[in-house]
């Protein structure tokens, strides 16, 4: 996914998390605010991770390419 998508679900998070806080009228509403909050720097860290995957497996593609260039036979 792009990173956008990653940002806006942490926005939300941090949004609703406002919101219950607030306006919450259960009798541990502050508890589900900050549960709800916590999942905003989740969702950040999991945008984080896939980037860096999709960065190593870039990198890994690249280097095997030229590995293969390098044990190729020339054609002479």
């Known amino acids: 996914m792009k990173p956008i998508v990653y940002f806006i679900g942490a926005g939300l998070s941090i949004l609703l998390s406002i919101y219950l806080f607030i306006f919450g009228t259960s009798a541990n509403h502050e508890s589900m605010a900050i549960f709800v909050g916590l999942w905003a720097p989740t ?21 095997k390419r030229i590995e293969d260039r390098q044990t190729r036979p020339h054609d002479h």
């Open 43 to 63: 969702i950040i860290g999991l945008g984080v991770f896939n980037t860096l995957l999709g960065i190593l497996d870039e990198m890994c593609c690249a280097h």
